[in-house]
């Protein structure tokens, strides 16, 4: 039976990254790098994460589609020269329809050369400029300084700071709660 070529939506491209729907080649990319402890650490899913749970979220991604009240939409950040997946971001759309929550991973040998700032930007462009969200929001562990740090390089103010509000591995931890409103980001890139 001939299968037909996926079908790829491009939601942003920033200087060295695509940002696009996910397709079942991303399988193997992605399996990698969640079923790393280090990426893992302050996620939702555990470690070991395996091929076939890859899989089944590759299949969930078909049938989602971006923007829908109370659901998450994952993004596939595509380093645009080589063309290989080295991670993703997500929003979940609030139910009133233009607000979201942000989240975003980077597959371990590309950290800390700009990459994550560089596509949750792109991220967030899409989000305020073709999508039309009046206000994003972002929440981390106060431990995984790289994430709060991206988020205040592109500019999301801290909100909140939540002291032991959740069990992580047997023990309280904490987390910041950061926000970014549409016009705050339009004065950012005015400047
Ligand atoms: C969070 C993450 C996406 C950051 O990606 P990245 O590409 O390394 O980040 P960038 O290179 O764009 O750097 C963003 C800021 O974080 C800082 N930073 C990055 N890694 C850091 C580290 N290990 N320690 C301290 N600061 C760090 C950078 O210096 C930069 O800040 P600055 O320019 O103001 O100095 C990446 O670390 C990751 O995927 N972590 C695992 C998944 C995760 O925890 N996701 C967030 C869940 S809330």
């Known amino acids: 039976m001939e299968t037909l070529p996926d079908l790829i939506v491009i939601f942003a491209v920033t200087e060295r990254l695509t940002l696009r729907s996910f397709t079942r080649d991303d399988v193997e990319p992605f399996f990698a790098y969640r079923n790393d402890p280090a990426v893992a650490r302050y996620q939702g899913w555990e470690v070991p994460y395996s091929l076939q749970q890859a899989t089944d979220f590759m299949v969930a991604l078909e049938t989602s589609k971006p923007g829908m009240p109370g659901e998450w939409y994952q993004i596939a950040f595509e380093h645009t020269e080589s063309g290989k997946l080295i991670g993703d971001c997500a929003f979940q759309t609030r139910p009133c329809g233009i607000q979201a929550q942000v989240g975003y991973t980077l597959a371990r040998s590309y950290h800390q050369q700009g990459f994550g700032s560089e596509g949750v930007g792109g991220l967030i462009e899409y989000l305020?400029?073709?999508?039309?969200?009046?206000?994003?929001?972002a929440y981390c562990d106060t431990r995984n300084e790289p994430s709060?740090?991206?988020?205040?390089?592109?500019?999301?103010?801290?909100?909140?700071?939540?002291?032991?509000?959740?069990?992580?591995?047997?023990?309280?931890?904490?987390?910041?709660h950061y926000a970014m409103l549409q016009r705050e980001w339009q004065a950012k890139q005015a400047q």
């Open 128 to 137: 305020f400029s073709t999508l039309n969200m009046h206000r994003l929001s």
């Open 148 to 176: 709060w740090r991206l988020l205040q390089k592109i500019g999301f103010r801290l909100e909140g700071h939540y002291v032991d509000n959740y069990r992580d591995r047997g023990e309280w931890a904490s987390e910041y």
